[in-house]
C-alpha cells in the first residue's frame, strides 16, 4: 500500500514542507492547482484583451478583460487585477464612457492604496522606488485627467466642485504614497487625525495645488470660504516644458555661487512665474492674500518657489510662501515660539570633522540665537553626538530643534545624513529620537537644519526626502536648504528669523519672508544666497 502523504502549510509564510513518498509524485494540492491556473487564464485573457485595445476593438477588448478580472479574484493575484481594472478604465475612456472609465479607475486605486490606510498594498518592505511603482503612478494621473475633464463640462456647481475634489484628493493619495514609498513605513501618525489644510487655512493664506499633467498644468486653488469653493486654472503647458524649466532655472540660481550679479536666472523665473502665478494674481490680490502655500509634485519640488519673478519683483517681496507635501500631511495646530523662554536644543559643528569642512559663521550663529532664547541647551563639536541627542531629548521636551551641520539629502534614504561630530545620524535615527513618544506626546515645533544640501542624483527624490524629513521625525515645520548655501548669509537668514518670530510674533511663513527681503535689500541679492532656505509643513 502506497504510504499516506502528510503535506504541512505554514500559514503566512511562503515556503511549503511537504513528506513526500518516495514510491510516486504527490500532486500539487487542489488550491493551488485552481489559482494557479485562474492566474494563468487571466494572464491570456488580459493579453488578449489589451491586443484588441491596440486594435480599436473595444468591444472584444471589453469582454476580455472583464473575463481576466474575474479570472484574476484570487489571494496572490492582486497586481494583475489592478492591471486589468486599469485597462478596462482605459478602453471606457476610449469609447468616451467617463463615468464608467472613473468606476474602473477608482476601483484599481481602492486596491492598490486602501482607503483607510493609505498604504501601498504592494509596496516593497525597503524604501526605494520599485519599477511597479513607478510604473503604477501614470494610473492617479490619467483619473486625476479624468475628473479635471468631466468637471468640464459639468454645469451642476455642486458636481463641479466634487470632481475638482476628487482629482485633488486623487494626487493627494499619491502625495502620501510617495512619502511612504520613499521611507519604506507609515512615516508619521498624525496624517491620520489632520483635519486637511481645507479647514486651516485663514483669510489672508491661499493653497495653490498644482496637477501637472502632459499636455497641461491645472492649478487648484482654495481660498477661505463658507463654501470650501476651489478655484481652477488651466495653462497649456506640459510636465516636460515644466521640468525643463525648472532645471535651467535651478542651474542658474546655483550659478550665483561664482557671479552674484548674474540676471541670466530671470528669465526662467519669469517664465515659471507666468505659469505658476499670473493667472491666480487679480484673485489674490482680490482676496487680499500674504501668504501661499503650495503643495508642490514631481520637478516643482526642485526649487524654490520664493525666487519667481514677475519682471519688477521676486515672488517673496509680495507674498510670504511655504511649502507642503501633502494637504493631510500637515498638523494643524500651531505652537507658540514667539517667547524667549520657549525650550529650545542647539546641535552645532563648527570644527572640520570626517572630510567636510568647518562651518565659520556657526558659531556666530550659536551666539545670537543664544541671546534671543534664554532656555536654550547646548551640544557642540565634541558634545555633539548621537548619545548626547539622545540624552538630551529624553531629559527635557523641546519645542525647537536646531542643528547646524551638514547634511545630505539622496534620492537614497540610506543616503541621507545628518553629520554628528562622530558619525552619520540617519533619518531613521532622527526620527526615533524627537518623534512624540508616550513620555513627549507634544511633536517638536520647528525643526531647522542649517548649512544641510540635497545631493545630485533624481532631485525629485531628494527632494521628497527633504519635504518628508519633518514627516519622518514628527516635527510639525522643518526650516532648510535645497542646496549648500552660502555660510554668512545663512547665518543672516536664520537670526533674522528667529528674531522675527519672538519680537515681531510673525508666523513662521512671514518671518521668512521678513529674512529673505532683508537678504535681497543687500549685496547678496542673487537668490542663490537666500532662496535656497524653504520652510515645509506647518507656517503658521
Sequence with gaps: MPKIQLILFVIGCHTLTACVSQSAPTPPPLAMTRNQNGLEESKALGYLGEQYEKAERYEDALTKTRQAIFKAQEPHALAWLIRWQWQLGRIFKAQGKMNQAIAAYQQAQQNLVPEKTFRWKMKCQVPGKPSLYKKLRPLFFQLADMFLQRATIENEPTKKQEDLRQAR???????????????????????????????????????????????????????????????????????????????????????GYDDRESTQFKAHAQQLYAWLIKPLHPLLT?????????????????????????????LIENFAVAITPGLSLTDPKSGTLTASHTPVLFGAITKATQDYSELPYAQYEIEA????????????????????????????????????????????????????????????????????????????ELLTLSAC?????????????????????????????????????????????????????LSKARALQAAQIQIIDSIYHHPFYWAPLILIGNWM
Design 286 to 314: 482680490q482676496h487680499a492674500i500674504n501668504t501661499l502655500v503650495f503643495v508642490p509634485e514631481g520637478p516643482l519640488l526642485t526649487f524654490p518657489i520664493a525666487a519667481l519673478h514677475d519682471g519688477e519683483q521676486f
Design 169 to 255: 484628493n486623487t494626487i493627494e493619495q499619491l502625495k502620501r504614497a510617495d512619502v511612504e514609498q520613499y521611507f519604506g513605513d507609515c512615516v508619521t501618525a498624525f496624517h491620520n487625525k489632520s483635519k486637511g489644510l481645507d479647514d486651516i487655512i485663514d483669510a489672508h493664506t491661499a493653497v495653490i495645488y498644482p496637477i501637472l499633467l502632459n499636455d497641461r498644468l491645472e492649478l487648484l486653488v482654495r481660498f477661505l470660504d463658507e463654501f470650501a469653493t476651489i478655484q481652477r486654472f488651466q495653462v497649456p503647458v506640459g510636465i516636460v516644458q515644466i521640468r525643463d524649466e525648472v532645471a535651467q532655472f535651478r542651474e542658474q540660481l546655483e550659478a
Design 369 to 444: 540665537l543664544g541671546r534671543l532664547y534664554q532656555n536654550a541647551t547646548l551640544l557642540q563639536d565634541e558634545r555633539f553626538t548621537q548619545a548626547e541627542l539622545t540624552k538630551a531629548l529624553n531629559n527635557q521636551d523641546y519645542s525647537v530643534v536646531h542643528l547646524i551641520s551638514h547634511a545630505e539629502f539622496s534620492d537614497h534614504l540610506e543616503q541621507s545624513f545628518i553629520l554628528t561630530f562622530d558619525g552619520k545620524l540617519t533619518l531613521e535615527q532622527l526620527k526615533s529620537l524627537i518623534q512624540p513618544t508616550k513620555r513627549r506626546q507634544t511633536p517638536i
Design 453 to 505: 544640501n540635497t545631493a545630485e542624483g533624481d532631485n525629485e527624490w531628494a527632494a521628497l526626502g527633504l519635504s518628508g524629513i519633518a514627516l519622518k521625525a514628527g516635527a510639525r515645520s522643518t526650516l532648510a536648504t535645497l542646496w549648500k548655501a552660502h555660510d554668512k548669509t545663512t547665518y543672516l537668514l536664520i537670526t533674522r528669523f528667529y528674531r522675527a518670530l519672538i519680537t515681531e510674533k
